[in-house]
């Protein structure tokens, strides 16, 4: 079974500003699949970013980039150019490229400053 | 297009009673799931399926049945509801077929907030 932890339960940041949210698995796969989702208050899920393990480039979505280091097994996600709308809880998801079902770490809070 | 519905977004019951959460998807996906979220605990996978007639389960399936007798349906039964199932619900859709990672995105629904007295 895959184990996916956040350890950290909120953050909070500045508009504008750069916050990094660190996510770890643990896992015996070599073929796998890194998501960050976002969950705003309205509680929907959006999918903001995921990374191939094969893949050695960092994803970037716009504001949005993962720092992954799989020998380590850490994906962080970091917000740049914060905004209040980043304002949300978000989850680290795991998935192996041989399986259909996500392992989900705990979330992190982040909220924007204006 | 509506996406991956999911009915009622509320719900309160009392413990003992028994009830379905609906879940709809027009994308004529194979794969359907359905999440539980706690606090602290981020989402955990009850019961999932891979095609019409086939489910099996996840991480947390006691006390839920599911059944998949259409591409479009995947309902979740709550048989005997207890106060530990107090808890949002989501149902989420995907492609089957292909497995990288962009070509089959999880769809997510709205969610239920479901309360057992």
């Known amino acids: 079974a895959q184990t996916v932890t956040q350890s950290q339960p909120e953050m909070s940041v500045q508009e504008a500003e750069t916050v990094t949210l660190s996510c770890t698995y643990d896992?015996?796969?070599?073929?796998?699949?890194l998501f960050w989702y976002k969950q705003p208050p309205s509680r929907q899920m959006i999918l903001v970013i995921r990374?191939?393990?094969?893949?050695?480039q960092n994803a970037t979505e716009n504001r949005f980039s993962v720092n992954f280091q799989k020998a380590a097994k850490s994906f962080s996600l970091k917000i740049s150019d914060s905004q209040l709308g980043d304002t949300a809880m978000y989850f680290c998801?795991?998935?192996?490229?041989?399986?259909?079902?996500?392992?989900f770490g705990a979330g992190t809070t982040v909220t924007v400053r204006a | 297009n509506a996406g991956v519905t999911q009915t009622p977004k509320f719900q309160v019951l009392k413990t003992g009673q028994s009830m379905t959460l609906q879940c709809a998807q027009d994308?004529?996906?194979?794969?359907m799931s359905w999440y539980r979220q706690d606090p602290g605990m981020g989402l955990r996978l009850i019961h999932y399926?891979?095609?019409?007639?086939?489910?099996d389960q996840g991480e947390v399936p006691n006390g839920y049945n599911v059944s998949r007798s259409t591409t479009e349906d995947f309902p979740l039964r709550l048989l005997s509801a207890a106060p530990s199932q107090t808890s949002v619900y989501f149902c989420?859709?995907?492609?089957?077929?292909?497995?990288?990672?962009?070509?089959?995105?999880?769809?997510f629904g709205p969610g239920t907030r479901l309360t057992v007295l």
């Open positions: 990374q191939e393990a094969y893949k050695q």
């Open positions: 998801a795991f998935r192996a490229s041989n399986d259909y079902k996500l392992s």
């Open positions: 399926s891979v095609g019409a007639g086939i489910t």
């Open positions: 994308m004529n996906h194979e794969y």
């Open positions: 989420a859709s995907s492609r089957a077929h292909e497995k990288r990672a962009w070509a089959d995105t999880q769809y």
């Open positions: 896992t015996s796969e070599s073929n796998y699949y």
